[in-house]
């Protein structure tokens, strides 16, 4: 007869205690136990003391594998995902609610259900006919294409078997359950046993797999921590309701590039790829007007050019001003503002200052320093920064500019859609063949030779 035993797992990071507490010892979280019946095997031992001992071989006379890769039909996913969906893998899609995760999927489904791939889309939220009514509006409707609404994981690998499709989504992780817990579906250990099931059944059939997530108010997948280290791959995708730019990261890959990014433009057949993405969102840029200027970025292989947006105006509260910034971090903006008030003497003590990376887009590269301080500076000063120049730069707490990795590929994409000049460090002098044929090369040590170039 199976053991019924009782734990209670803190809902934020997994921890467990055999008795309730109102606070975990582990991330100081109050409130967040829930108690979890497990049922142990009474034959647990004995299954595994008949385990057959493993055996170890050399590296080199392990037999190599063929990357096959199932290619979407969408280039920018197949793009984030490192050549497409590998035979095998499991990928999971996060992304708050309402942001295209599960519309992106329908597509590169309906995509591959047209090529004549068997798939197989079981969900846990909407019924068949509310898939049909979403795949006729994204043209994604294929008889390859099967659906299913069904939440218990056991049931789902009964069909998998029954069907062998070539592929598998599940929307989404938190809807599903495990017979083998008597916990609620989207609870810590359930969301943990349901990815654990799947990924062992599809690597044994060697079917590619899509998780469907949903995020946390954190911005990180709900559920625990290990969920992201049992699937291959992590994507992400972030972007503003209001804008109708969405962006695809990949924050971990095992078979492919990290990260690597992918933008997409909301449209009413669906997520329309965006090849170019830095004449998109240069395209409403304003002419002639303080605080604007631009930057290249590196994302994964891919280059782009972003426009930088600063507004400083005189603070109506006194001793308290507002430091307010959208896709750019706010302590790093904080950071650089510290630093123009001490070695260039700005007075912006007193100053509302708000930032701004145009498009909706979230950029951590520290290449985008030089370009937010000038902004900052640029309307401050109500001093138009030249539109044809670029600037690319890292700076420091003294002051100075730093060199970024991959230079050259930056500059390539501003000479490319059209830029004249280009403020870069100075110690970019010693790198052998920068592109500086049909572009001026600005070679910059510090912010106050920045300034004198620009103003």
Same mark, same amino acid.
């Given at each position: ?324 910034? !959208? $896709? ?6 904080? %950071?650089?503002?510290? =630093?123009? *008030?001490? &070695?260039?003497?700005?007075?912006? +003590? ?47 707490? !003294? $002051? ?6 991959? %230079?050259?590929?930056? =500059?390539? *994409?501003? &000479?490319?859609?059209?830029?004249? +000049? ?34």
């Amino acid at each position: 007869m199976a053991k019924i035993t009782t734990i209670f797992v803190c809902q934020k990071c997994g921890h467990q205690t055999p008795k309730w507490m109102g606070k975990c010892s582990e991330c100081l979280a109050w409130n967040s136990f829930v108690e979890e019946a497990l049922r142990q095997s009474s034959n647990l031992r004995n299954s595994k003391r008949s385990l057959v001992p493993s055996k170890t071989i050399p590296i080199t006379a392990v037999q190599s594998i063929v990357e096959n890769r199932l290619t979407t039909g969408i280039e920018e996913f197949d793009r984030v995902l490192g050549g497409g969906m590998l035979e095998g893998s499991l990928i999971l899609i996060g992304g708050e609610p309402g942001i295209g995760k599960s519309t992106i999927t329908l597509q590169c489904m309906g995509h591959l259900a047209r090529r004549g791939n068997k798939v197989l889309y079981v969900s846990g939220e909407e019924s068949a006919p509310q898939i049909k009514l979403r795949a006729e509006r994204l043209n994604a409707l294929s008889e390859n294409l099967l659906v299913c609404s069904e939440i218990c994981v056991e049931e789902i690998l009964k069909l998998v078997d029954k069907i062998k499709p070539d592929v598998l989504v599940l929307d989404s992780v938190q809807t599903f359950y495990t017979s083998d817990l008597q916990s609620a579906p989207g609870s810590i250990g359930q969301v943990r046993e349901v990815a654990f099931k799947v990924f062992q059944a599809i690597k044994y059939r060697n079917i590619p797999t899509l998780l469907i997530g949903h995020i946390n108010k954190d911005g990180a997948i709900a559920g625990p921590k290990s969920l992201e280290h049992i699937v291959d791959t992590v994507v992400y995708f972030e972007g503003e309701r209001g804008h109708t730019y969405r962006a695809l990261r990949a924050t971990k890959n095992r078979f492919g590039p990290t990260p690597e990014i992918g933008v997409f433009q909301m449209m009413p057949e669906g997520l329309v790829p965006v090849k170019n993405p830095s004449e998109w969102f240069l395209s409403e840029r304003p002419e002639d007007s303080s605080g604007s200027t631009i930057s290249a970025t590196l994302e994964g292989s891919r280059t782009m050019l972003v426009e930088v947006q600063a507004l400083v105006s005189t603070s109506s509260s006194i001793g308290m001003p507002r430091r307010m910034s !959208t $896709g750019f971090d706010h302590n790093r903006m904080s %950071l650089l503002i510290a =630093i123009m *008030e001490k &070695r260039l003497e700005l007075n912006l +003590r007193g100053e509302d200052i708000f930032v701004n990376l145009a498009g909706g887009i979230k950029i951590t590269e520290p290449a985008l320093d030089l370009a937010v301080a000038a902004a900052i500076a640029s309307s401050f000063r109500d001093k138009v920064i030249d539109p044809l120049t670029v600037l690319i730069g890292e700076v420091g707490l !003294t $002051g100075e500019v730093r060199s970024v990795v991959q %230079l050259d590929a930056r =500059i390539i *994409e501003a &000479r490319r859609l059209g830029f004249k +000049r280009c403020v870069i460090p100075h110690s970019a002098k010693q790198t052998k063949n920068l592109p500086d044929e049909g572009i001026e090369l600005c070679f910059v040590k510090n912010l106050s030779n920045v300034f004198e170039q620009l103003f």
